[in-house]
């Protein structure tokens, strides 16, 4: 495709590279790019919804639109200073829009990107736009917080002078109240912040739409009625005792309602809040002295507090006898639960970035902080580590571990591990029984162990590997148990591009197949029923996309005028009718490496973007499956009859048998999803350790070097008591007959 050139898309350039941050409001697409020298902040383009996206003479740059909407006093502003770092977009209308400048001018849009209005940075110099960090409140669509970094901060981030200011407006922008000196010098610099309408209730009552969190160095306390001074200053260095958390329902009008001394970073997840303090703290959030533990290291170490009610803080208990260097949390499935993944600071740890690059991922507690091991030594690089969930299908994991078996490290140690049950058990991941590419996909001969001959995946810290780019394994919860990945087969994951393959799963991650002999992006849409794929700009140009209506059974091939070195595929919004259409974007390429590339020399920034709006490429072949029950289009898959989390599954989805009939895309009305049916008896599926043991066989031992007791001293007082089996049923699992596993 297409058959008809004249359906063949444009190319779509941009004078720098694309961003990748593409922004859908009701009728249009806004796009940022970056600047010549490859930083956010380049001009903005946008382009129309519909079929005349794909036509480059539909697109337009909006650097002297928004040069013009500066204001009069701003008439002289240079085409840089209307650069673009990031669009902001209202979750409680889409057409509500805040740009974040790229020097000292924003400006907002209340028609979808029609208009726009210049708005004056805030701040006392005022302030980059760049250094600014924004939020949208959830419920009221003209209200914004803003953190700003004072001139100070562009010279040396250490020095004195250097302060963020906390700011908020509810006239999107018009005017703004610095929240630092509202607050009568009750916080100074502001280091984190968040709505409190982000989460649902707090400090024992329904949020209020003024609630705010905030952690932040003192002020230089004044009486009512003056200003407070600007008091210490952060962000430096590292984790500070000197920070406070506080909690106002005023916007800092009056006195914060709750203090935790020593708060330095929070993440509000599954409706509570986690509260980061460093180790050396001299007391815990109630205001009861604490004793840091012998391993704690001054600016380093740092303890984890949970809340879910904001009523009082409970230390997150891991059983590990090491301090933390930070952490990583991850929803589960019902959002009722979190995963930490702990970056421990080992002994001889210079840096949570300097030794051991690993985390161990902890399941969710029980009675709000008695975590437990689920899986040890998971990778983890630039404070990102290999550990996902399988959107869509409950209690499915994926992760990359650290084999702790190899004595060196050089390219190849990790090894990719699936769970199928909650976290409770991983496993390795079986290959397929048979290739569409043996020859590039299968390097494995025949009759090799599991454990020599495993399908490996790159997760996300692959994107940024010394070795290069690899894209990670990804599903959206729109299309679940469809995942696509990049990896190998072999003993460890191998992170030389002639080692990769594109794999594709249907089923969660329980079987997979090879379905380009390549590294390639990839996008799912549809409700899982199409995939769109382009060979990554790290196997060179290409003038060819694939794409499948049926879940990978068979795959189209899209031709494009001009090549490009292809950075990454997105998918229109579904909430705007833009499903069926993908964005291809990336660079431009140099006429030296291919005859279809567009680039005369070798240095290029150019960027290229096309628009794919498949009912248009394909023309007369397009057509909408048959749902009825007798459809030939669709299969009912029941995860080969397992029981997961307690109870057996099942899901209506694509066929995939290649067939003619095949050939049609799902109606818009059609959802896949995962349903639950029969409760199932419980089985050792179901359980995992209690906190302080671990699995060996279907056993639970004691860890070694772990004293429940010291590892988490609240344990006795918290009222909870553990089965004398030390087994607990796994988060959200409904099984029956628990009596038979937890005696």
Same mark, same amino acid.
């Not at 903005?44 to 909006?62: H, I």
């Not at 509810?170 to 912040?193: A, H, P, Q």
């Not at 330095?264 to 509260?275: D, H, K, P, T, V």
């Not at 795959?555 to 909430?575: C, Q």
């Given at each position: 495709?297409?058959?008809?050139?004249?359906?063949?898309?444009?190319?779509?350039?941009?004078?720098?590279?694309?961003?990748?941050?593409?922004?859908?409001?009701?009728?249009?697409?806004?796009?940022?790019?970056?600047?010549?020298?490859?930083?956010?902040?380049?001009?903005?383009?946008?382009?129309?919804?519909?079929?005349?996206?794909?036509?480059?003479?539909?697109?337009?740059?909006?650097?002297?639109?928004?040069?013009?909407?500066?204001?009069?006093?701003?008439?002289?502003?240079?085409?840089?200073?209307?650069?673009?770092?990031?669009?902001?977009?209202?979750?409680?209308?889409?057409?509500?829009?805040?740009?974040?400048?790229?020097?000292?001018? @924003?400006?907002?849009?209340?028609?979808?990107?029609?208009?726009?209005?210049?708005?004056?940075?805030?701040?006392?110099?005022?302030?980059?736009?760049? @250094?600014?960090?924004?939020?949208?409140?959830?419920?009221?669509?003209?209200?914004?917080?803003?953190?700003?970094?004072?001139?100070?901060?562009?010279?040396?981030?250490?020095?004195?002078?250097?302060?963020?200011?906390?700011?908020?407006?509810?006239?999107?922008?018009?005017?703004?109240?610095?929240?630092?000196?509202?607050?009568?010098?009750?916080?100074?610099?502001?280091?984190?912040?968040?709505?409190?309408?982000?989460?649902?209730?707090?400090?024992?009552?329904?949020?209020?739409?003024?609630?705010?969190?905030?952690?932040?160095?003192?002020?230089?306390?004044?009486?009512?009625?003056? %200003?407070?001074?600007?008091?210490? %200053?952060?962000?430096?260095?590292?984790?500070?005792?000197?920070?406070? =958390?506080?909690?106002?329902?005023?916007?800092?009008?009056?006195?914060?309602?709750?203090?935790?001394?020593?708060?330095?970073?929070?993440?509000?997840?599954?409706?509570?809040?986690?509260?980061?303090?460093?180790?050396?703290?001299?007391?815990?959030?109630?205001?009861?002295?604490?004793?840091?533990?012998?391993?704690?290291?001054?600016?380093?170490?740092?303890?984890?507090?949970?809340?879910?009610?904001?009523?009082?803080?409970?230390?997150?208990?891991?059983?590990?006898?090491?301090?933390?260097?930070?952490?990583?949390?991850?929803?589960?499935?019902?959002?009722?639960?979190?995963?930490?993944?702990?970056?421990?600071?080992?002994?001889?740890?210079?840096?949570?970035?300097?030794?051991?690059?690993?985390?161990?991922?902890?399941?969710?507690?029980?009675?709000?902080?008695?975590?437990?091991?689920?899986?040890?030594?998971?990778?983890?690089?630039?404070?990102?580590?290999?550990?996902?969930?399988?959107?869509?299908?409950?209690?499915?994991?994926?992760?990359?571990?650290?084999?702790?078996?190899?004595?060196?490290?050089?390219?190849?140690?990790?090894?990719?591990?699936?769970?199928?049950?909650?976290?409770?058990?991983?496993?390795?991941?079986?290959?397929?029984?048979?290739?569409?590419?043996?020859?590039?996909?299968?390097?494995?001969?025949?009759?090799?162990?599991?454990?020599?001959?495993?399908?490996?995946?790159?997760?996300?810290?692959?994107?940024?590997?010394?070795?290069?780019?690899?894209? @990670?394994?990804?599903?959206?919860?729109?299309?679940?148990?469809?995942?696509?990945?990049?990896?190998?087969?072999?003993?460890?994951?191998?992170?030389?591009?002639?080692?990769?393959?594109?794999?594709?799963?249907?089923?969660?991650?329980?079987?997979?197949?090879?379905?380009?002999?390549?590294?390639?992006?990839?996008?799912?849409?549809?409700?899982?029923?199409?995939?769109?794929?382009?060979?990554?700009?790290?196997?060179?140009?290409?003038?060819?996309?694939?794409?499948?209506?049926?879940?990978?059974?068979? =795959?189209?091939?899209?031709?494009?005028?001009?090549?490009?070195?292809?950075? @990454?595929?997105?998918?229109?919004?579904?909430?705007?009718?833009?499903?069926?259409?993908?964005?291809?974007?990336?660079?431009?390429?140099?006429?030296?490496?291919?005859?279809?590339?567009?680039?005369?020399?070798?240095?290029?920034?150019?960027?290229?973007?096309?628009?794919?709006?498949?009912?248009?490429?394909?023309?007369?072949?397009?057509?909408?499956?048959?749902?009825?029950?007798?459809?030939?289009?669709?299969?009912?898959?029941?995860?080969?009859? %397992?029981?997961?989390?307690?109870?057996?599954?099942?899901?209506?989805?694509?066929?995939?048998?290649?067939?003619?009939?095949?050939?049609?895309?799902?109606?818009?009305? =059609?959802?896949?999803?995962?349903?639950?049916?029969?409760?199932?008896?419980?089985?050792?599926?179901?359980?995992?350790?209690?906190?302080?043991?671990?699995?060996?066989?279907?056993?639970?031992?004691?860890?070694?070097?772990?004293?429940?007791?010291?590892?988490?001293?609240?344990?006795?007082?918290?009222?909870?008591?553990?089965?004398?089996?030390?087994?607990?049923?796994?988060?959200?699992?409904?099984?029956?007959?628990?009596?038979?596993?937890?005696?």
């Amino acid at each position: 495709y297409p058959r008809d050139t004249a359906r063949a898309p444009d190319p779509i350039f941009t004078v720098n590279g694309i961003d990748g941050q593409m922004v859908w409001t009701s009728n249009a697409l806004l796009v940022t790019t970056t600047t010549a020298q490859g930083y956010p902040g380049g001009p903005l383009v946008k382009g129309p919804l519909g079929s005349s996206a794909s036509s480059a003479a539909s697109w337009s740059v909006l650097t002297d639109d928004l040069k013009r909407a500066a204001g009069k006093d701003e008439k002289e502003i240079a085409d840089s200073d209307a650069g673009v770092v990031a669009v902001h977009q209202s979750p409680v209308n889409r057409d509500v829009l805040f740009l974040q400048g790229q020097s000292r001018i @924003n400006w907002v849009s209340t028609d979808g990107g029609q208009s726009f209005t210049g708005r004056r940075s805030p701040g006392k110099d005022p302030s980059l736009g760049r @250094n600014e960090v924004i939020k949208f409140h959830p419920r009221q669509q003209d209200w914004l917080l803003l953190r700003t970094a004072r001139d100070a901060c562009d010279v040396d981030v250490e020095m004195t002078e250097c302060v963020y200011d906390l700011m908020v407006t509810k006239d999107l922008g018009k005017s703004w109240t610095n929240i630092t000196e509202r607050s009568r010098g009750r916080i100074g610099g502001v280091r984190d912040f968040e709505w409190g309408a982000v989460m649902g209730s707090f400090h024992g009552r329904t949020t209020k739409d003024d609630d705010v969190f905030v952690t932040a160095y003192p002020g230089n306390r004044k009486d009512e009625g003056e %200003k407070g001074e600007k008091g210490e %200053k952060g962000m430096y260095p590292g984790w500070d005792e000197r920070l406070t =958390f506080f909690f106002s329902d005023d916007l800092f009008g009056s006195a914060p309602k709750l203090e935790v001394q020593c708060g330095n970073l929070f993440e509000i997840i599954s409706n509570r809040m986690y509260l980061a303090m460093p180790s050396t703290c001299p007391v815990d959030p109630d205001g009861n002295p604490r004793h840091g533990g012998s391993g704690s290291i001054e600016d380093r170490s740092v303890t984890m507090y949970v809340s879910v009610d904001g009523k009082g803080f409970v230390e997150a208990c891991l059983p590990a006898s090491l301090e933390d260097d930070g952490y990583n949390l991850v929803s589960t499935h019902d959002d009722a639960g979190v995963f930490v993944l702990a970056d421990h600071a080992e002994p001889g740890s210079r840096g949570p970035s300097s030794d051991s690059p690993s985390a161990d991922a902890y399941a969710p507690a029980y009675n709000v902080s008695l975590h437990t091991l689920s899986i040890g030594n998971v990778y983890r690089r630039a404070f990102i580590t290999d550990f996902a969930r399988v959107e869509g299908v409950p209690g499915y994991y994926l992760a990359n571990a650290i084999d702790a078996g190899l004595s060196t490290r050089l390219f190849s140690y990790l090894k990719t591990q699936h769970s199928a049950n909650g976290g409770a058990t991983w496993d390795l991941i079986a290959p397929p029984e048979a290739y569409r590419y043996p020859q590039a996909c299968n390097s494995c001969p025949p009759g090799s162990s599991l454990e020599a001959c495993a399908l490996h995946l790159h997760g996300p810290t692959s994107w940024f590997a010394p070795e290069g780019q690899h894209p @990670n394994f990804y599903s959206v919860r729109s299309a679940p148990g469809v995942v696509l990945a990049t990896g190998n087969i072999g003993a460890h994951l191998d992170f030389r591009s002639e080692a990769d393959c594109t794999w594709l799963s249907r089923d969660g991650g329980l079987t997979w197949s090879d379905v380009a002999p390549r590294t390639s992006v990839y996008e799912v849409s549809d409700s899982g029923g199409t995939i769109m794929l382009a060979a990554h700009r790290s196997e060179g140009p290409t003038s060819e996309l694939q794409f499948s209506l049926d879940q990978g059974a068979c =795959f189209h091939t899209v031709k494009l005028p001009k090549a490009m070195l292809v950075e @990454n595929i997105r998918v229109g919004s579904d909430a705007v009718g833009e499903a069926d259409t993908f964005y291809v974007y990336g660079s431009a390429c140099s006429k030296q490496e291919s005859a279809d590339c567009t680039f005369e020399g070798w240095s290029m920034d150019q960027g290229i973007l096309y628009v794919v709006r498949l009912p248009d490429l394909v023309g007369d072949d397009w057509k909408v499956c048959d749902t009825g029950s007798s459809s030939k289009s669709y299969d009912d898959f029941d995860f080969g009859g %397992k029981c997961l989390l307690g109870r057996t599954l099942t899901m209506r989805r694509r066929a995939a048998d290649g067939s003619a009939d095949d050939f049609c895309a799902n109606p818009p009305s =059609f959802r896949q999803s995962v349903r639950g049916k029969d409760i199932c008896q419980c089985t050792m599926d179901d359980v995992e350790c209690e906190f302080g043991y671990e699995r060996r066989d279907k056993q639970c031992v004691p860890m070694p070097g772990v004293v429940a007791a010291s590892a988490c001293p609240r344990l006795a007082e918290s009222g909870y008591r553990a089965s004398d089996s030390h087994r607990r049923l796994v988060h959200s699992n409904s099984c029956s007959n628990v009596n038979a596993v937890i005696p």
